[in-house]
């Protein structure tokens, strides 16, 4: 169910108007809206088309008329007269709001702002040159005749159609969470007097592309299939919040035209939440600002040696032990914060909720469980994973000894598959990530059961090992139905199967061409450019890692994935910021080093190479929503 509340303000009666659009697919029968406000009904209520429940303090409860049906997509009206007061500001209407259906389940309803007396009419266009629209991602063309001389505070949505209405409520509500001490863009409900907004669908466009057209001040959205409505409508909520952010600037088209599509296909923000462990909440508002960058992959980096992060029912010890450290723990504490440790991991039902809330934005959620290397918390907790007769032999580049696991133990396999397969049931998206990066050389090379493996197979050598182990996921994945992702070392030792994989190059910038000449399907996420732990400068005190350089924001914005090369051509599947986690160990760290960096990546993703501008860009980003 999915319920948008719109309030509005009639001066002239001292009166409030609350509307309840049922936006979800199920009819409601004798609903009741509960909402708080500051702006109370005193009693005796004097109201129209409900009746007062009760009231405490700001606490308000009405009812709909006895047999009341509210049918998805229809408004449930209704206007209260006697009141404590005039109300003199938007956020005078409803904090929150609810619906109470007749079982006693109440249900949120998204409450936007109070809609004012009237409109400020807007007869006369601007002939301001320097303003803009305040978009980025860069669309791909803007053409602008002329501007509204008072940019609008909201759109009214004029459209019968339940999934339009729905994402234009959502795209509200994603705005405010964003943006709180911003209008919200879009009302369902309005005065005559409020610009309109319509929605079409056009098969001509591509499937997440779309068209805005402006004409005397009216609004039309052309769409494509796939994405293109949401595509569109944060285009317009960005025009409006930024228009209102920055009014010498910014600006809102009177009559003009954009028409836009993404450049890429894959338009990835990474986050490792294992060096440093991210509530949920906070996933969640970094889904959210991918979704405002037009950004359509969420990489959740959820396992590696400092932590697993992810319930896995099979095995218990993972979030038992291996999601924490401590000094009496097999991991000590590792990067946080302080020296006590830390902890922490998402349930299953926190994953789908992860999800979900994702796939309200077209963001798909690919899962990293990285393997077989970076497995010293799994290790620890699984210590039947171990070749007890293999010394301490071999470290990996971050100082873990013995931290992959054995491709000479069937318990390897077993475990792997059993976690993915958990993984699968939680996460719909076709990729599953599984690492492969940065085994150390020499694993395994002493290990007395990996050597009669070797004896017996012809294998030689740690890549082929780390091959013959990845083979096998890849085979259990395309059993699943999924192809399997991998940091760029999953070519080494004789590869993968090219058609089953995505494979994402990091180490260097030439990396992406090469792993496209051996026939794979690439994602460009080069650490000289968007590795997002990597140092602003080299100032002393400038935070963040240096081992790919440092990395300011020109040389980021600047960077272009596609360098010519013909290998490129239909195998560079798009971009990825990758936020690595070691040196983020505050707030203010996490904000400093991913923005607005990531906001260079998106723009990078979505926009042509020939459209990007510097100095439009740099004057835009400042505005973009942070963690």
């Avoid at 952010?245 to 294992?274: N, T």
């Avoid at 990293?368 to 070749?387: K, T």
């Avoid at 259990?476 to 999953?490: D, H, N, S």
């Avoid at 505050?586 to 723009?603: D, G, Q, V, W």
Wanted: glycine share 8%; hydrophobic share 40%.
């Amino acid at each position: 169910m999915h319920f948008h509340l719109d309030s509005l303000w009639h001066a002239e009666e001292g009166a409030m108007e609350f509307a309840l659009t049922n936006c979800g697919d199920t009819p409601v029968a004798n609903p009741r809206l509960v909402y708080a406000t500051l702006t109370r009904c005193l009693r005796p209520s004097r109201c129209t088309g409900a009746r007062l429940i009760r009231r405490q303090a700001n606490f308000h409860e009405y009812a709909s008329d006895e047999g009341f049906v509210l049918q998805p997509g229809e408004t449930w009206r209704f206007t209260e007269f006697n009141l404590t007061r005039p109300a003199l500001h938007s956020n005078e209407g409803p904090k929150s709001g609810g619906v109470l259906l007749e079982d006693g389940t109440l249900v949120p309803a998204f409450a936007g702002d109070l809609q004012a007396s009237a409109a400020v009419a807007d007869t006369n266009a601007s002939q301001n040159a320097a303003l803009t629209c305040g978009i980025l991602p860069e669309p791909q063309q803007v053409s602008i005749a002329e501007w509204c001389a008072t940019a609008p505070v909201h759109l009214v949505l004029q459209s019968d159609d339940i999934a339009v209405m729905q994402s234009v409520s959502q795209v509200a509500e994603l705005t405010r969470r964003l943006h709180p001490l911003a209008p919200v863009p879009f009302v369902l409900i309005a005065k005559d007097d409020v610009p309109k907004l319509s929605v079409e669908a056009d098969q001509t466009l591509g499937e997440d592309a779309y068209r805005i057209a402006w004409q005397d001040g009216k609004t039309t959205l052309h769409h494509g299939a796939g994405q293109g409505l949401f595509y569109g409508l944060i285009t317009l909520a960005q025009v409006l919040t930024n228009a209102h952010a920055e009014p010498a600037r910014y600006g809102v088209p009177r009559s003009g035209k954009i028409e836009d599509a993404p450049r890429h296909g894959w338009r990835g923000a990474h986050l490792d939440v294992s060096r440093q462990f991210y509530p949920l909440d906070q996933v969640l508002r970094y889904v959210d600002i991918l979704a405002w960058h037009k950004m359509n992959r969420f990489h959740w980096h959820l396992t590696d040696d400092e932590g697993w992060r992810l319930e896995i029912k099979a095995y218990p010890q993972l979030t038992e032990t291996a999601a924490h450290t401590g000094m009496d723990l097999p991991v000590l504490p590792q990067l946080g914060p302080d020296m006590t440790g830390q902890g922490g991991y998402y349930t299953q039902d926190e994953a789908r909720q992860v999800v979900k809330h994702a796939a309200r934005f077209g963001v798909e959620v690919m899962p990293e469980i990285d393997v077989p290397g970076h497995c010293a918390s799994v290790l620890g907790a699984l210590p039947d994973l171990v070749d007890q007769e293999e010394p301490e032999s071999y470290w990996s580049v971050q100082g873990f000894g013995n931290n992959a696991l054995n491709p000479a133990i069937e318990g390897s396999y077993v475990f792997a598959e059993t976690v993915l397969a958990e993984v699968c049931e939680i996460f719909p998206f076709e990729v599953v990530h599984v690492g492969g990066d940065e085994v150390a050389e020499g694993a395994w090379m002493q290990s007395p059961k990996a050597q009669a493996m070797m004896r017996e197979t012809g294998l030689k050598d740690t890549p082929e090992l780390q091959a013959y182990f990845l083979r096998h996921i890849q085979n259990f994945l395309i059993g699943l139905g999924r192809k399997l992702g991998g940091w760029e070392e999953v070519a080494h030792g004789g590869g993968l199967d090219p058609e089953h994989s995505l494979l994402f190059a990091w180490t260097t910038i030439e990396k992406t061409a090469e792993l496209a000449k051996d026939g794979y399907d690439v994602v460009s996420t080069p650490g000289q450019a968007y590795y997002l732990d990597m140092a602003l400068s080299d100032a002393w005190y400038a935070p963040g890692a240096s081992w790919a350089g440092f990395t300011p924001l020109d040389k980021t914005y600047s960077f272009e994935a596609d360098n010519g090369d013909a290998a490129l051509n239909g195998r560079l599947k798009g971009v990825q910021a990758c936020v690595w986690s070691e040196h983020l160990t505050t707030m203010a760290r996490r904000n400093h080093m991913i923005f607005p960096r990531l906001s260079a990546i998106a723009e990078a993703g979505w926009s042509a190479a020939e459209n990007k501008d510097y100095d439009r860009f740099t004057a835009l980003a400042g505005l973009m929503p942070r963690l």
